[in-house]
């Protein structure tokens, strides 16, 4: 059975930072590709950042360019996202998903972790 599970997410003021983890269990290979994903109260599941296996592609959501950045582990299928210059507005409920497929949707999805960043 594969199972994702996040950790690190907390209450942080505005500007601090946290670092939240992802660990995948029960996969027979290397996903293609891991991501975090974020859905604030009243509003729609969005992408925030994704990294490839292996060649460690990045990619951002616009909002999180510069003070996000994603990593992985080589010898375990983990994932980081180190998060700085935290604001109120990326208050949300963070969920790591791993895609399978060099293309198409996550088909792996943890039950994500909160973070609330106090103004």
């Known amino acids: 059975q594969v199972q994702l599970v996040e950790s690190g997410g907390g209450l942080v003021q505005a500007g601090g930072s946290l670092r939240l983890f992802c660990a995948a269990s029960g996969l027979t290979f290397t996903p293609s590709a891991m991501g975090w994903f974020r859905q604030a109260p009243g509003k729609e599941r969005e992408f925030v950042a994704a990294i490839t296996w292996p060649a460690d592609l990045t990619t951002y959501a616009g909002s999180v360019k510069g003070r996000f950045t994603i990593s992985r582990d080589n010898a375990k299928i983990t994932t980081y996202l180190q998060m700085n210059s935290l604001k109120p507005e990326d208050t949300a409920v963070y969920y790591c998903?791993?895609?399978?497929?060099?293309?198409?949707?996550?088909?792996?999805w943890g039950q994500g972790t909160q973070v609330t960043v106090s103004s």
């Open positions: 998903a791993a895609r399978m497929s060099r293309t198409g949707l996550y088909d792996y």
